[in-house]
């Protein structure tokens, strides 16, 4: 997975396929290479710290597991942090953004919401605990869903082309360079072998693209294992009638043989669609979706 090499990896695709488990799963990875890892979940129902069997994060970032920190960034809270940063007091903050009318106009400006918490996410990406030595050696966004992730990532380019030098300009400059430089940062998309996850894929494979980002892997998840092969399929299929125990097992096994066909075509029109590396990851029957399902996509991963 190509993702592993980064400074700032972003994993996408639609809600439900995974994102979450895969983006705490890469930590577990780069933990175990010795990495210090931070997770970024963006405003959401808190999902990568509870996988762990950590309680949720909230804003300020935590250690859930040795090397691995997860947390949520919301707009308000990273718009605190970015107006003090701007204006360089917190008592001046609360004097000009937490002012009612400031307040109601900020909020009225499309995109601030991920601006700030893209902001925040990318300083993440160059703060220094020292001089040459990055708090994180990388940096995994759990990217929200389709269209609200090409939302985020396009802030930089859109308030490039739309805002006068200045400040903002400056900001929307350096986010723009590290989110756009293939050595630093890499984007992922994720899907399962469906048909509204597939195409949503393609979708935003060629959204991403039109961005020029540097997308990097194609993460096959939820892979139902190629237990028969085309013959085998043929005489389930003939033997679904046999007197039981034969015939019921037949059934579910032909069921299953449909099922890994079906999602290695769905494989194989993404790979068609989408030229990047593709991983797959199996299916995994787990009881409980926890560090353990966590541990076995980890192991997948680097498989
Ligand atoms: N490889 C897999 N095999 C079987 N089930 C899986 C696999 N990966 C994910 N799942 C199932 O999908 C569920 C959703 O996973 P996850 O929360 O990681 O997705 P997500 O994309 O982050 O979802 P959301 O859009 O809600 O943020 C998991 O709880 C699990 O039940
Ligand atoms: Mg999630």
Same mark, same amino acid.
């Given at each position: 997975v190509n993702l592993l090499d980064k400074r700032l990896a972003i994993v996408t695709g639609k809600? %439900?396929? %995974?994102r979450s488990t895969i983006s705490a799963a890469l930590a577990l990875i780069l933990a175990g290479r010795g990495k210090r890892v931070l997770v970024c979940e963006v405003n *959401? #129902?808190?999902r990568v710290a509870p996988l762990f069997g950590a309680k949720p994060s909230g804003h300020q970032a935590t250690?859930? #597991?040795?090397g691995i920190f997860t947390v949520n960034v919301t707009p308000p809270e990273a718009m605190r942090e970015y107006g003090v940063m701007v204006l360089h007091s917190r008592t001046l903050y609360r004097v000009v953004f937490e002012n009612r009318l400031v307040a109601s106009f900020l909020r009225a400006i499309p995109s601030l919401a991920e601006l700030v918490m893209l902001g925040k996410i990318l300083h993440e990406v160059r703060v220094?605990? *020292?001089?040459?030595?990055? #708090?994180?050696d990388a940096v995994i966004v759990d990217a929200p869903a389709t269209g609200h992730a090409v939302q985020l990532l396009r802030v930089p380019q859109a308030l490039l082309e739309a805002v006068p030098p200045g400040p903002l300009r400056r900001d929307a400059g350096w986010m723009d360079e590290l989110l756009r430089d293939p050595t630093r940062t890499g984007i992922a998309i994720v899907a399962v072998p469906e048909e509204m996850p597939v195409s949503e894929a393609i979708d935003l494979d060629g959204q991403l693209r039109a961005l020029r980002l540097p997308l990097t892997d194609l993460l096959l998840n939820a892979m139902p294992e190629r237990r028969f092969n085309p013959d085998e399929g043929g005489i389930l299929a003939r033997r679904r *009638?046999?007197?039981a125990p034969v015939g019921p097992a037949a059934a579910i096994a032909h069921l299953q043989a449909l099922r890994a066909a079906e999602a290695g075509r769905y494989g194989q029109r993404l790979r068609e669609a989408i030229s990047l590396p593709a991983v797959e990851i199996p299916f995994l029957a787990a009881e409980r979706w926890d560090q353990r399902a966590v541990g076995q996509v980890a192991a997948a991963l680097e498989r």
């Open positions: 809600g %439900g396929v %995974g *959401a #129902r808190e250690e859930v #597991r040795p220094e605990e *020292a001089p040459g030595k990055p #708090r994180w *009638a046999d007197s």
